[in-house]
């Protein structure tokens, strides 16, 4: 079992399919099984998190104003 | 100037090994001819700094990626380019005809170098493709087509960047795309021109921005269409070196279909429409990402409580297990019992009825064996006695004749037998005299 937090959507997403395709094919112990469906879960809820993330409102801004956000960060951050 | 003859006014100067000094307007008409005598040539670049014609010249530079070159035309060479004039601008790609020149300047005037341009058109569509292949076959032997579709493309990123024009139908296009692939995350406009001569350098360098920003995960590059001058910005050799060497996956749709610009060739994926670059720049639907989920999430509980069900299910057979084992076994033990019965009676009978067939036989026998004592056993004896009894030499002895025997009472049949054993012994049937064997 994986216990690092995914890197990105399509690693969660390959590893529930992975998950799934492990509990369906019945081979799964029990101990197995109950692991896999939390490691399942922790996965499902990061890949809704970040649809979540890309499904509220469209964030617009221009070149100058991320510059902008991004020189200020990194001037309160010094 | 090795070659260059020595000019009237050099006077030698000592402590240098150089020719000369030379009085400058000299060697000015003399750099003049020599450029003069450079072969004349055709150029093809983009104009710039188009200037209004003087009275008697017409000054522009011709420029492309690589340099520049500052051009001269005479004013009666320019008009009979005849309505050209009126429509050529800065960033017209043309083809000039010439040589070079020199004008050396005097005391009061400054000198300076042009390429004195004869004739001037502009450049067909043929000539600009055979000059964007030119730079695409330099592009490929650099290994710069490949770079960009090597890059690893996220299938859901949350900050977009997109290189457009800011009144252009792209725009929207884009937004169109987005909204179609459910996607509302972070969207970076960096608005540029899209076309004349500063275009190419002003999307390059926004292109840089963007990726420098470390915030954006994918870069669109969208125009609409229009002819291969208005589109030959995307095929600057400088903004595809840029967009090959970045870090950050670019996806470009630039003009129709149809058209194709270096830029397209360059990138990690080329579109047909703004609306399917922004498409690809999400490739996942995130529509149909939540409907996945929810699947995946329904079948990881399902399959815990079928995992756990089946699990109990087994539990319980198998706590259930020695109590069925035992009625199991009882069963078959009650089951040989009565078989066992079975085959004990019919074994009883078997044996009673051979018995009863032995005890006849027997009975049979008894009967016989009686029958053969009283009757047939005393009538048979008779016989064999009355038999004997006929073969008895008592009775011979009886009826007059004698046994002759030797010494040891054996039977003496022969003479010779006689005259072996020399005494004999005759009996008679009343008694026995001894004998002697004589011979007369």
Known sequence: ?78 | MADTPPFPSEVPVEGSELPGPYAVGEYAAALREKLRGFARVQLVGEVANLRPPTRARVYFELRDAGGAIACAMWRNDWDRLGALTATLADGAQVIVAGGCDYYPGSASASPAFSFSVSTLRVAGEGDLLAQIEQRRRALDADGLLERQRALPRALLPRTIGVVCGETGKAREDVLAGLARRGWAGRLVWAFTPVQDRHAAPLIGAALRELAASGEVEVIVVARGGGSLTDLLAFSDELLCRTVAMLPVPVIASIGHHTDRTLLDEVAAVSCSTPTHAAEEAVPLNCVDARLGLAVAARRLRDDARDGLIARARLLTALSRAPAAHVARHRRALHQSLRELRAASRRLAGDERARTLVRAGTLARCRDAAIRDCSVRRPAELERLRLALAAHDPERTLARGYALVEDAAGEPVTTAVAARAAGHLRLRFADDAVSASVEEG
Not at chain 1, 2 to 23: D, F, G, K, M, N
Not at chain 1, 42 to 71: K, M
């Open chain 1, 1 to 78: 079992m994986s216990e690092e937090p995914p890197q990105s959507y399509e690693a969660a997403a390959a590893r529930v399919e992975e998950i799934v395709r492990r509990l369906d094919s019945g081979q799964a112990g029990l101990r197995e099984t109950l692991e896999l469906v939390r490691e399942g879960r922790a996965l499902i809820e990061f890949c809704a998190g970040e649809l979540d993330a890309v499904s509220g409102d469209l964030e617009e801004l221009r070149l100058d104003e991320l510059v902008a956000r991004l020189e200020s960060e990194h001037g309160g951050a010094a």
